[in-house]
């Protein structure tokens, strides 16, 4: 029964249930995320720091009519035969007294946080592990202690009061018909703060593409839907995290996020060039002392000949022994002979911090993203 | 998080209620007390979530509802208005943000649904302390969480819920059969032995030649044989009411059964609330709009009104607003009883014209429409006063669904299609007719389910889930026949996997006929 001011017992109650609740969903997300990965359909879903994810049939089964041979009345005008315009025709809808839920979608929204964790779980991820040293360490002031003694501006009013009411009535000064209360010099009291110092790991991302000839928009898709998933992880783990995006054919650039996913060039590959500007933007702008830097390579892996001393030179040499985590994916091309996959892949048993694998397919992405991530790097 | 705040109404509202309740029984009405609770907006979904109810017993459902009906309100697309609990008291929800004119609306048709959970016939056997039974429902299922843990109860919850429609709602009225009783332990000792075969009378030395000893053990043997064959089939006729044969014969432990005796109670709760939902909603929408535009509005607020209670009402194209139906169904009837536009005289009347201007000021609208809300559920409404003027005025039509495009189609507009729709819709909630056959299937022990075909296919995926659960209830393998795309078919679950069988008839042809039986 209600109680007469308020239930005490409400909102914790259903706060229960929807918990419950949501434990279901993402229950259900997590069992089906290689499904949902691979049709990518949440990415544009992407809110500010929401994702909404289309969950269909969380119903409790029930024995129901199907559509088949169903109908029901309706209103408005139309002769017949002629259809019900798509948006009113859901199945299910022949229920005259309409309070039937019919075959709707639930769409549940899950915070970034939220999915990195489901992510994190389903794919057995080690969290990473920011380097220590290069962690910025900033001071900041908390306001946590009182003191004597200081500014008047951070005069502790409250406490201040109370002292010297209590002086007043323990010497016997306070006069209740006229409580005028006059704090001295010993009542008054401070704020005072302790520095604290915050370690602030900060990371940036350097995804970098292979936009010649040979890739296709459907590879582009696989690169667009792994980097989505890989920008979620690591976010997951670092206060500030930045994005830089290199397109390469022969020769890189550096892009926006749109151009990144939309170009299309026409000419040769030289995967060096990339590895080279992606060297000297960290050089310049994110220091490696300071930075937390991972780095992504997609490409079909066809390079010209010439190029791949030069290609591995620079990894063994720049960037390598400088970065977290070099991740090399290669999306399995129509054309293009995939070879420099052998090449990196020899570098990668000397150096943990690189991983290689290959992504066929989009069933390949879940695979994919587990195993470069899975160093904890 | 929440802080207690006072949900009585505030004095203000405490005139309002004051007001309207002294109009709505100076018109007829007659309700039990009636208390309001003032809540936040919050809240209310919350309550809503529950069914009305926020002492009922915990389970994720509840929060999937009140998710959906959060975010509804938060943006903006959904409100609820009003909710009004079948109890003495009634207990009904204000919502505290609402403004004045709503919240007067709310009260008008708060008292109109009061006036007809105490009076319509279908809500006579339903509980008026459903409140408290509600609180002791959750608090004995809680109890067993704490018992069992919150897994096993609520995989239990999730079954009983996938079945909770299976229920014989006429039967709260008609009594299907007697009670049984589960502690008679004498069924031999009062009632004559049914296997004894017939003697005739006779003297002693004759007796050899009037009863020879043969063909009475013949007899007897063969009456035992029947008797058996008997025993074997039950439920003796089909039984709808699923739910109270597996809570009388699955193999379930206490508080299984007590949770299953528990949801099966709330299904018999709603179920009226269902089966009334258009003349119960007319009713109250009705009683709204006389009190509004009769008494209690003011000048300032006929806009605010006017604009809600045409919001109420609005009609979508494929799905007909049970408001609207219901207020248009009982003015309709209103109007043609005060002019008598009905009976023979009215029915053979050739005269167009005639009939447009019919008006005998009989005057009985009124004392009609309390008749309706007195002794009419929504088939019966709808059967008895749906005209095909009423269809043309309200431009209705009948749509069914095309199996090649996938869409619905306008079907029809014949007021004789668009009836038997409606009442299709309406006649068992809209589901499938499923019965009990036999319990002893094939003589092991399985539960022979069926689908009583009335033109339209089971949603097989549903179905087989369904299945899936009432197996895990029963525990031996699980039948339902049906008839999929004209063909009778056998579905079954026997704890491992699915198996359809379609074509043949189920392997007992003894009972498969329950529209028939009796």
Same mark, same amino acid.
């Given at each position: 029964m209600l109680e007469r001011n308020g239930d005490r017992s409400m909102g914790q109650k259903i706060e229960r249930d929807h918990q419950r609740f949501r434990k279901l969903v993402r229950g259900k997300v997590k069992s089906n995320l290689s499904k949902y990965i691979a049709r990518g359909e949440m990415i544009g879903k992407k809110g500010k720091d929401l994702v909404s994810i289309p969950l269909p049939q969380i119903d409790i089964p029930q024995f129901r009519f199907g559509s088949k041979g169903?109908?029901?009345?309706?209103?408005?005008?139309? $002769?017949?035969?002629?259809?019900?315009?798509?948006?009113?025709?859901?199945?299910?809808?022949? $229920?005259?007294?309409?309070?039937?839920?019919?075959?709707? =979608?639930?769409?549940?929204?899950?915070?970034?946080?939220?999915?990195?964790?489901?992510?994190?779980?389903?794919?057995?991820?080690?969290?990473?592990?920011?380097?220590?040293?290069?962690?910025?360490?900033?001071?900041?002031?908390?306001?946590?202690?009182?003191?004597?003694?200081?500014?008047?501006?951070?005069?502790?009013?409250?406490?201040?009061?109370?002292?010297?009411?209590?002086?007043?009535?323990?010497?016997?000064?306070?006069?209740?018909?006229?409580? =005028?209360?006059?704090?001295?010099?010993?009542?008054?009291?401070?704020?005072?703060?302790?520095?604290?110092?915050?370690?602030?790991?900060?990371?940036?991302?350097?995804?970098?593409?292979?936009?010649?000839?040979?890739?296709?928009?459907? $590879?582009?898709?696989?690169?667009?839907?792994?980097?989505?998933?890989?920008?979620?992880?690591?976010?997951?783990?670092?206060?500030?995290?930045?994005?830089?995006? =290199?397109?390469?054919?022969?020769?890189?650039?550096?892009?926006?996020?749109?151009?990144?996913?939309?170009?299309?060039?026409?000419?040769?590959?030289? =995967?060096?060039?990339?590895?080279?500007?992606?060297?000297?933007?960290?050089?310049?702008?994110?220091?490696?002392?300071?930075?937390?830097?991972?780095?992504?390579?997609?490409?079909?892996?066809?390079?010209?000949?010439?190029?791949?001393?030069?290609?591995?030179?620079?990894?063994?040499?720049?960037?390598?022994?400088?970065?977290?985590?070099?991740?090399?994916?290669?999306?399995?091309?129509?054309?293009?002979?995939?070879?420099?996959?052998?090449?990196?892949?020899?570098?990668?048993?000397?150096?943990?911090?690189?991983?290689?694998?290959?992504?066929?397919?989009?069933?390949?992405?879940?695979?994919?993203?587990?195993?470069?991530?899975?160093?904890?790097? | 998080m929440h802080t207690p705040y006072d949900t009585r109404l505030p004095p203000h509202l405490r005139a309002l209620k004051e007001e309207i309740e002294g109009y709505a029984s100076d018109y007829g009405l007659d309700f039990y007390e009636t208390i309001f609770e003032v809540v936040d907006a919050e809240d209310i979904s919350e309550i809503a979530a529950y069914g009305g109810f926020p002492t009922r017993y915990p389970h994720w459902s509840f929060g999937m509802a009140y998710e959906e009906l959060k975010k509804g309100y938060d943006y903006g697309l959904s409100k609820i208005y009003e909710m009004v609990i079948n109890n003495d008291p009634c207990y009904a929800y204000l919502m505290r943000s609402n403004h004045v004119v709503d919240q007067k609306l709310v009260m008008a048709h708060v008292y109109g649904h009061c006036d007809f959970f105490k009076n319509n016939a279908y809500f006579a056997y339903t509980s008026r302390k459903m409140m408290d039974e509600m609180a002791n429902h959750g608090a004995r299922i809680r109890s067993y969480v704490e018992r069992f843990g919150e897994d096993e109860v609520e995989a239990f919850l999730d079954r009983c819920m996938s079945i909770d429609d299976l229920i014989d709602i006429h039967s709260m009225a008609i009594r299907r059969r007697e009670d049984s009783v589960r502690f008679d332990f004498s069924p031999d000792a009062e009632r004559p032995d049914l296997t004894q075969a017939t003697r005739f009378k006779s003297k002693d030395y004759m007796d050899e030649y009037i009863n020879p000893r043969d063909t009475l053990r013949a007899e007897e043997n063969q009456r035992r044989k029947q008797r058996e064959e008997a025993m074997k089939i039950f439920p003796e006729v089909p039984q709808k009411d699923v739910l109270l044969f597996l809570i009388e014969y699955a193999p379930l432990k206490n508080w299984q059964r007590d949770i299953l005796s528990i949801i099966r109670d709330e299904a018999y709760y709603f179920a009226p609330q269902g089966m009334t939902k258009i003349a119960n909603e007319g009713w109250a929408s009705y009683w709204h709009s006389t009190i509004m535009t009769q008494k209690a509005m003011s000048a300032s607020e006929v806009i605010d009104y006017a604009d809600h209670h045409s919001g109420t009402m609005a009609m979508s194209r494929a799905r007909l607003n049970p408001y609207k139906l219901g207020i248009e169904l009982l003015r309709d009837v209103e109007m043609r009883w005060n002019t008598g536009r009905f009976g023979r005289e009215y029915d053979e009347c050739d005269d167009v014209e005639k009939k447009r201007t019919w008006n005998k000021e009989l005057g009985l609208g009124r004392q009609k429409i309390f008749e309706v809300r007195r002794i009419h559920n929504d088939i019966t409404f709808i059967d008895t006063f749906l005209t095909p003027e009423f269809c043309v005025q309200h431009n209705l039509f009948t749509y069914a669904w095309q199996e090649q495009s996938g869409q619905f189609y306008i079907e029809s507009r014949e007021f004789a299609k668009i009836k038997q729709r409606l009442l299709f819709g309406l006649t068992n909630f809209g589901k499938p007719w499923i019965y009990v056959i036999d319990g002893n299937f094939r003589n092991r022990g399985e539960l022979l389910l069926k689908h009583q075909h009335e033109g339209v296919d089971l949603k097989l995926d549903h179905a087989a889930e369904t299945l899936q659960n009432i197996q895990a209830l029963w525990s031996r393998p699980v039948h339902i026949s049906t008839i999929v795309d004209g063909k009778p078919t056998t579905l079954t679950f026997d704890g491992t996997e699915h198996t359809t069988k379609s074509g043949g008839e189920p392997d007992d042809p003894r009972r498969t006929n329950p529209g028939k039986t009796r």
């Open positions: 169903s109908g029901g009345v309706g209103q408005g005008p139309g $002769q017949p035969g002629q259809p019900m315009s798509p948006g009113q025709s859901q199945p299910g809808a022949g $229920q005259a007294a309409g309070d039937q839920p019919g075959g709707h =979608i639930l769409e549940v929204d899950f915070t970034m946080e939220e999915m990195a964790g489901i992510l994190g779980e389903e794919l057995a991820l080690p969290r990473i592990e920011p380097r220590g040293k290069k962690n910025i360490v900033s001071t900041k002031d908390r306001y946590t202690g009182i003191r004597q003694t200081g500014p008047e501006s951070l005069r502790h009013f409250k406490r201040t009061f109370k002292r010297a009411l209590k002086r007043q009535i323990s010497s016997g000064t306070y006069n209740g018909r006229d409580p =005028i209360i006059v704090p001295i010099r010993a009542d008054k009291q401070y704020r005072s703060w302790k520095e604290v110092k915050l370690p602030e790991a900060v990371a940036v991302i350097v995804y970098m593409m292979d936009v010649s000839g040979s890739m296709t928009d459907e $590879q582009k898709e696989i690169v667009r839907i792994e980097s989505f998933w890989i920008d979620t992880w690591i976010k997951a783990h670092y206060q500030g995290v930045e994005t830089v995006y =290199i397109i390469h054919d022969a020769q890189a650039k550096e892009v926006d996020e749109h151009t990144f996913y939309h170009t299309r060039e026409s000419g040769g590959t030289k =995967i060096s060039s990339a590895y080279l500007l992606a060297q000297q933007i960290l050089e310049k702008r994110y220091p490696p002392a300071e930075w937390n830097s991972y780095l992504f390579h997609f490409s079909d892996g066809d390079n010209w000949g010439d190029d791949i001393p030069v290609c591995v030179e620079l990894l063994k040499n720049k960037l390598l022994p400088n970065v977290n985590l070099f991740g090399y994916a290669q999306v399995e091309s129509p054309y293009g002979s995939g070879d420099f996959f052998d090449y990196i892949n020899e570098l990668s048993g000397r150096f943990d911090n690189l991983v290689c694998n290959r992504v066929p397919n989009r069933d390949a992405i879940l695979g994919s993203i587990k195993q470069l991530l899975s160093t904890g790097h | -």
